[in-house]
């Protein structure tokens, strides 16, 4: 492992940043829209990078100037946001692809071994473990104390987060890959079942379920009472929740792949990327495509909406309009993105399959 230090001096633009926001979950918060708290600089700067042991395929967590990242070589990193050096490092059960959550105190993650994991945020000593049938790619979403999420082994969980003790799990018909999306008092998940389920956040009772008619893998984004998933039949659908019903199915008229990657959601544009090699933007009023763009390569990395601009990763990390999906800025890191970016406190943190950890902002001022 080698830290590589671009820009070592703490700079003002950080300074005054550095608790005005975080990216505690995967997408960034309960509803997982996939939308920033804050714009990031116009002009990104390399600050550091960090290297693991294995490609790095999960979504690192931010959290009062520390960054959380797992790897595939089956260790849980926290890193220091501004300078990039090492605080410590856990050993898992197996490989993490599951993107950890972090709370005041706890970092929670799941391994493909099915261990779940409870880590001390500020040593990296474990706090407690819940052993899963199978292996967990699913992140945890938190809510009123408890945990929500899916396992290879068919059943989503909930577990209290103090102590790791089994308040509920309900059983599914198939896998479930997907990060849970909490809604108002309710979680929903859905997975290789083809089936969404919205079930009561206390005891796991189904409120409704509808069927999408081909398996799941990406997470839901819920905004202002509509679910947009996107699935593996080659469609993206947009849901209403109260009312239980798909409101539009969208589907390019040419390029029919599936979309793995999950959707950032605002008023405006619902925002995804496919195997076919295109980011989508859609009205999430319609489904109708707002615009395209050709990546490249296909987009298995969910994009991330900060300000006015989408980033995300493929065979580069890329920003672009978010109205006119005109390309603004690109950084080539030499291997495919398949991790998400987690935006905060003026920065982006990215890893990237040849486990290299990146982390852009402000260029830094020098001392």
């Keep these: 492992m080698q830290c590589i230090h671009l820009y070592f001096s703490v700079f003002l633009f950080i300074t005054a940043t550095a608790y005005a926001d975080t990216w505690n979950t995967f997408r960034g918060n309960p509803q997982l829209t996939g939308v920033a708290a804050t714009a990031l600089p116009d002009n990104l700067h390399l600050l550091w990078t960090y290297t693991a042991q294995d490609a790095i395929e999960s979504t690192a967590a931010i959290h009062e100037n520390t960054v959380y990242v797992g790897s595939l070589d089956g260790q849980l990193y926290a890193l220091d946001l501004i300078t990039g050096s090492l605080k410590w490092q856990y050993q898992a059960d197996g490989e993490i692809k599951s993107s950890p959550t972090v709370d005041d105190s706890t970092v929670y993650f799941g391994d493909e071994h099915g261990t779940f994991h409870a880590v001390d945020r500020q040593t990296g000593q474990p706090r407690w473990?819940?052993?899963?049938?199978?292996?967990?790619?699913?992140?945890?979403?938190?809510?009123?104390?408890?945990?929500?999420?899916?396992?290879?082994?068919?059943?989503?969980?909930?577990?209290?987060?103090a102590t790791g003790a089994q308040t509920w799990k309900i059983a599914t018909d198939g896998y479930i890959h997907s990060t849970p999306v909490l809604y108002e008092k309710n979680v929903a998940v859905a997975g290789c079942d083809g089936v969404?389920?919205?079930?009561?956040?206390?005891?796991?009772?189904?409120?409704?379920?509808?069927?999408?008619?081909?398996?799941?893998?990406?997470?839901?984004?819920?905004?202002a009472g509509r679910a947009y998933v996107g699935t593996f039949g080659n469609e993206v659908l947009g849901i209403d929740?109260?009312?239980?019903?798909?409101l539009w199915r969208y589907q390019h008229p040419v390029r029919k792949f599936p979309f793995y990657a999950s959707p950032a959601a605002t008023n405006d544009a619902v925002i995804i990327g496919g195997r076919d090699k295109l980011v989508h933007a859609l009205d999430p009023e319609t489904g109708q495509a707002l615009w395209t763009y050709p990546a490249g390569s296909r987009v298995d990395s969910s994009p991330?909406?900060?300000?006015?601009?989408?980033?995300?990763g493929a065979g580069a990390l890329i920003a672009l309009e978010l109205k006119s999906g005109t390309e603004v800025w690109r950084f080539e890191t030499g291997a495919p993105i398949t991790a998400s970016p987690a935006v905060a406190a003026g920065r982006l943190v990215i890893g990237a399959t040849d486990g290299v950890l990146y982390c852009f902002g402000q260029k830094a001022i020098r001392q």
Excluded: W
């Design 196 to 223: 969404l389920r919205l079930l009561d956040l206390n005891d796991g009772s189904e409120r409704q379920q509808l069927a999408m008619g081909t398996y799941v893998a990406g997470s839901a984004a819920v905004h």
């Design 304 to 312: 991330v909406i900060a300000g006015d601009r989408v980033y995300f």
């Design 241 to 246: 929740l109260v009312a239980g019903e798909v």
């Design 129 to 161: 473990t819940f052993a899963a049938e199978a292996g967990i790619t699913s992140s945890a979403n938190r809510a009123q104390g408890h945990l929500y999420f899916g396992s290879y082994d068919q059943h989503l969980y909930c577990l209290n987060a």
